[in-house]
């Protein structure tokens, strides 16, 4: 029987940290102002944003919403990021992605001030992770190391395994894994032999975007399972990358989805967004 890692708990210990800091800060006559944007009206996209903007209340940041129409230009896109740039008021800004296909996401992520992003996505702040060097961290490896480390979980020499390479998750994740002393394999879908792979891992970090991908055979014995994975399943039930029955009952420890990675992920976009007003 594995440890289930509790995203939701821990999660929640570190959205009142933030809500204490938020409230120290509006003491010294500062108030958090996070702006977030919207294009078009994706259901998924709208879910995430109402959820960053129920935990922005909880914790008293204050969020600004901008919402545009499927059909925005990318010029005007640009400005309004350029505009909230410039608003002194305005600690963070939030563009939810992915944007429409005519919008290139890469020059929306350039245009947002680096001291704004907190998102964590801009290349200064990608670089400043490379290099060891403070900054904003994407927001979903953020919250795994808390995960890992709320839960007493040691990463220093461990064989840690990524499966997934995208700039948001598996390359963040490496960088912070490495700078914890862990030994980091990053894996994709090129990977030869991904069972053997993920079978040295003590530490395993599923984050394909396939459901329930990864049964009992790519799992070592008593290994930390951490599952990224937002799936829906044949039924349309939320599922991670992970296959938790199959899983569960030989790793050391798990984290469920839902309940697991996901809440972290706002919680550590909270945490950002002080960091961008202190
Ligand atoms: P991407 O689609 O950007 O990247 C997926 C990665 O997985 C790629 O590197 C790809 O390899 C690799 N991959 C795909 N199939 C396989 C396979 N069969 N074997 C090995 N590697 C494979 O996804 P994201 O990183 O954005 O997201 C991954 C998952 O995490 C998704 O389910 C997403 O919804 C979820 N997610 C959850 C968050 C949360 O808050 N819980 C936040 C962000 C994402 P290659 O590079 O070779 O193509």
């Known amino acids: 029987m594995a440890m289930i890692i509790d995203g939701k708990k821990i999660s929640g210990e570190i959205k009142d940290e933030v809500k204490a800091k938020v409230e120290q800060l509006k003491e010294q006559g500062k108030e958090v102002v996070l702006a977030v944007v919207q294009v078009g009206t994706d259901p998924a996209s709208t879910v995430y944003v109402n959820n960053k903007k129920k935990a922005c209340a909880y914790v008293g940041i204050r969020s600004l919403s901008y919402e545009l129409p499927e059909t925005v230009s990318q010029e005007e896109l640009l400005s309004l990021v350029q505009e909230l740039n410039e608003k002194k008021d305005v600690n963070g800004i939030l563009v939810q992605l992915p944007l429409p296909r005519h919008i290139d996401e890469d020059k929306v992520i350039m245009t947002i001030s680096p001291e704004k992003d907190v998102d964590g996505f801009h290349p200064q702040n990608v670089g400043n992770l490379s290099i060891g060097r403070k900054g904003f961290v994407s927001c979903t490896p953020a919250g795994i190391i808390q995960l890992l480390k709320r839960s007493g979980i040691t990463i220093e020499g461990k064989e840690c395994v990524i499966v997934g390479r995208s700039n948001i998750v598996g390359k963040p994740m490496a960088m912070l894994l490495i700078q914890e002393n862990g030994t980091v394999t990053v ?68 984290t469920p989805v839902p309940g697991g990675v996901g809440p972290m992920t706002i919680a550590m976009l909270m945490t950002n967004c002080v960091e961008a007003a202190e």
Do not use: Q, W
């Open 187 to 254: 894996s994709h879908s090129r990977t030869k032999d991904l069972k053997e792979v993920t079978n040295r891992a003590d530490i395993l970090v599923a984050a394909i975007g396939k459901a329930k991908f990864f049964t009992a055979e790519y799992v070592k014995e008593g290994a930390v399972v951490i599952d990224v994975g937002m799936n829906r399943d044949e039924n349309g039930k939320l599922c991670g990358d992970v296959d938790f029955d199959s899983v569960e009952p030989k790793a050391g420890a798990i």
